[in-house]
T-cell receptor, first 115, second 113 residues
Framework: GAVVSQHPSWVICKSGTSVKIECRSLDFQATTMFWYRQFPKQSLMLMAT?????????EQGVEKDKFLINHASLTLSTLTVTSAHPEDSSFYICSARRGGGYEQYFGPGTRLTVT | RKEVEQDPGPFNVPEGATVAFNCTYS??????FFWYRQDCRKEPKLLMSVYSSGNEDGRFTAQLNRASQYISLLIRDSKLSDSATYLC??????????????FGPGTSLSVIP
């Protein structure tokens, strides 16, 4: 068990448009989901932590109005990159954690390219 | 000082070698610790949790020293398939509804035939 899916796996969009990325825990209920961003040859950077039914907690330097996170259910969290710009091009990865546990299970990631 | 630091690497080792990775963390309140591996352009996958008593899973052994705030991962009899980036992950535990998970920068391992 502990499978996490992400959709889409890759997306190309034009500058100024918005992109929504979905993260689903397929076989468990995720009380907490995390969103990360990874630039080439760099480590994962935590963007925000979201608990089901509450507002997400954003890391310093991450604009909450630009990266909208909705954790509407115990199996689904979405990240919307609003008014995307080329510098937002990155690998976005979500992870999910079961209630009571500390291990995180990662989705396969979404590669976003903004032209 | 960074919250989680790892050996800078890269490590290039021959097949069959034993290799050790080190990780230090700055926050003594950290609660749980993990090693993940990440293959190029893929998502991280949990390798093992790290417990104070130490734990072993086949060729992999993880150790935690809370007093020194130090975590290690030992890989014995390296295989070509072990080539990846190894990420040290520290979770500072739950604080009301928010807990902080920090990934180290990773150490790259290449196992050479």
């Amino acid at each position: 068990g502990a499978v996490v899916s992400q959709h889409p796996s890759w997306v190309i969009c034009k500058s100024g448009t918005s992109v929504k990325i979905e993260c689903r825990s397929l076989d468990f209920q995720a009380t907490t989901m995390f969103w990360y961003r990874q630039f080439p040859k760099q480590s994962l950077m935590l963007m925000a932590t979201s608990n089901e039914g509450s507002k997400a907690t954003y890391e310093q330097g991450v604009e909450k109005d630009k990266f909208l996170i909705n954790h509407a259910s115990l199996t689904l969290s979405t990240l919307t990159v609003t008014s995307a710009h080329p510098e937002d091009s990155s690998f976005y990865i979500c992870s999910a954690r079961r209630g009571g546990g500390y291990e995180q299970y990662f989705g396969p990631g979404t590669r976003l390219t903004v032209t | 000082r960074k919250e989680v630091e790892q050996d800078p690497g890269p490590f290039n080792v021959p097949e069959g070698a034993t290799v050790a990775f080190n990780c230090t963390y700055s926050n003594s309140a950290s609660q749980s610790f993990f090693w993940y591996r990440q293959d190029c352009r893929k998502e991280p996958k949990l390798l093992m949790s790290v417990y104070s008593s130490g734990n072993e899973d086949g060729r992999f052994t993880a150790q935690l020293n809370r007093a020194s705030q130090y975590i290690s991962l030992l890989i014995r009899d390296s295989k070509l398939s072990d080539s990846a980036t190894y990420l040290c992950v520290v979770n500072m535990g739950k604080k009301t509804s928010y807990d902080k998970v920090i990934f180290g920068p990773g150490t790259s391992l290449s196992v050479i035939p």
